[in-house]
């Protein structure tokens, strides 16, 4: 089994990659995550955002990850996904999309109840429930 470490530092290594899909492997498919805050939530979504790619990794370990803006979001391939974490001042949801013309699908609602100072264990926590609660959903996507 890899050291944590070293997942963490593939995982980074693929979240600072370019666009370029020259960079992948065409069997690869490009995970895109994008972190918003909504409804007035002024959380600052790095930290999140970081431990969301994390979380997908675990269910997704093929895929080539990378946080984007809301501009790089859609999915250019068609086997590859785009993850939104859509943040409120007490709960989180994703929202996702295979392929360029898919339909965009919608999780549940999961609470969040730390603070801005949350340790990284809840943070942990929270997206690790909130990709297994959405897990079924993604999954049945990403099998079409």
Known sequence: MMPRSLICLGIFVAMIGGESTSARSVDRPAVRVQ?????????DMRPLCQQMVQSLAQ?????????VSQAQWRPHGSRDISVRLEMSAESGKLLWQMGPMGELHTGPDHPFHANSSARASDLRQFTDDLVASTQPMLAATALK
């Open 35 to 43: 972190c918003v805050s909504v409804n007035g939530s002024d959380r």
């Open 59 to 67: 269910i997704i370990p093929q895929a080539a990850f990378r946080q």
